[in-house]
């Protein structure tokens, strides 16, 4: 799959976003290393931390089916269906990546592929915890 394919994927998923409070519409599209995508929208909810991003629910639906191996992730973001300026995943999206992903894992975003090691490069992980 190309990185263009896998970010069209990712504009589609964002039609089911449910973003009723900001009206921004996020999708989110996950390429297993076994071919699989995953995809996800952000869902959004009154008391606004309760709130997830399209990244970590497509991330935790390939999880939840047992797949933890990936090679790419497309986001795309947008108010008004135009999905033209990038939408770079959250902090937070970052470091659930990064439990799963190393540092050339690609991020897909409308300006074209990036590594998670260019917007994570110091990153919490489990040697944090020694």
Known sequence: MTCEELYQEAVKASSKSYSKYSGFHVGAALLAED???FTGCNIENASYSMTIC???TAIFKAVSEECTSYSAIAVAGSSDDDFSAPCTPCGACLQV???FCGDDFVIVLSDGAHK???FLPKRFTE???A
């Open 35 to 37: 071919g699989r995508v």
């Open 54 to 56: 399209a990244e970590r």
């Open 97 to 99: 990546m990064s439990e």
């Open 116 to 118: 998670l090691g260019d």
């Open 127 to 129: 040697d944090n915890m």
